[in-house]
């Protein structure tokens, strides 16, 4: 075997090993989050993340490495039972890419995610229920999914976009939430992270596991 193939064979099996690794440690979970999820006393308006599992929730996390979360919901209590309302593209055999209401121990399905978090809005209650209810209205108006990423249509929605979006309506400063360049091999585009979230002061952390 030449020296050129060797090196060539050894450059590849580097990045092939360290990809390996950072997707064990995306898929990683552990069994205290049923507990901890049991213990939180839900708003209407917490933000709840979750990193998923999905190939597709992979490409989002290695683009923002910053923080751990691919996906964004934001939460709508019904009866006293805390709900999810958020956008998701379609997956095989599932579902359409559409804006969904689910139950929150679904939405955190260990099928679905490995970690997750739950934020609280620094609003008044009143404000964040408002903004709940705008989300409410995204679903029953059966708003489709954002697969452009375009912050400036109301007609589709992403994820980060649908919270940004209900939270807009009762004043949130959007300075707060810049849109990050994302690179694809024909490209690049700018996008809203879901942990613009995070980083921003207008929500602060209950939770997380």
Same mark, same amino acid.
């Given at each position: 075997?030449?020296?050129?193939? %060797?090196?060539? $064979?050894?450059?590849?099996?580097?990045?092939?090993?360290?990809?390996?690794? %950072? @997707?064990?440690? #995306?898929? /990683?979970?552990?069994?205290?989050?049923?507990?901890?999820?049991?213990?939180?006393?839900?708003?209407?308006?917490?933000?709840?993340?979750?990193? =998923?599992?999905?190939?597709?929730?992979?490409?989002? *996390?290695?683009?923002?490495?910053? &923080?751990?979360?691919?996906?964004?919901?934001?939460?709508?209590?019904? &009866?006293?039972?805390? #709900?999810? +309302? &958020?956008?998701?593209?379609? !997956?095989? =055999? !599932?579902?359409?890419?559409?804006?969904?209401? !689910?139950?929150?121990?679904?939405?955190?399905?260990?099928?679905?995610?490995?970690? @997750?978090?739950? *934020?609280?809005?620094? #609003?008044?209650?009143?404000?964040?229920?408002?903004?709940?209810?705008?989300?409410?209205?995204?679903?029953?108006?059966?708003?489709?999914?954002?697969?452009?990423?375009? $912050? /400036?249509?109301?007609?589709?929605?992403?994820?980060?976009?649908?919270? $940004? /979006?209900? *939270?807009?309506?009762?004043?949130?400063?959007? =300075? &707060?939430?810049?849109?990050? !360049?994302?690179? #694809?091999?024909? =490209?690049?585009? /700018? %996008?809203?992270?879901?942990?613009?979230?995070?980083?921003?002061?207008?929500?602060?952390? +209950?939770?997380?596991?």
């Amino acid at each position: 075997m030449s020296t050129k193939l %060797i090196l060539f $064979l050894f450059f590849l099996f580097i990045p092939m090993m360290v990809l390996t690794s %950072i @997707w064990l440690c #995306f898929r /990683k979970t552990d069994s205290s989050g049923k507990e901890k999820l049991s213990s939180i006393v839900f708003q209407d308006g917490d933000l709840v993340f979750r990193r =998923g599992r999905s190939v597709e929730s992979f490409a989002i *996390y290695l683009a923002d490495r910053d &923080h751990d979360f691919s996906h964004i919901g934001m939460v709508v209590m019904d &009866h006293a039972k805390p #709900f999810v +309302i &958020h956008a998701i593209p379609g !997956e095989p =055999g !599932e579902r359409t890419s559409m804006v969904v209401n !689910e139950p929150v121990q679904s939405f955190l399905n260990e099928k679905k995610a490995s970690h @997750w978090a739950v *934020y609280r809005s620094r #609003f008044p209650e009143k404000k964040a229920h408002l903004a709940a209810s705008k989300a409410k209205d995204f679903y029953n108006r059966r708003l489709v999914f954002d697969d452009n990423y375009d $912050l /400036k249509t109301d007609s589709r929605l992403y994820c980060s976009e649908l919270v $940004l /979006k209900a *939270y807009q309506t009762i004043g949130l400063d959007l =300075g &707060h939430y810049p849109e990050r !360049e994302l690179k #694809f091999v024909m =490209g690049s585009k /700018k %996008i809203l992270f879901p942990s613009a979230f995070i980083q921003s002061p207008d929500f602060f952390k +209950i939770c997380s596991y």
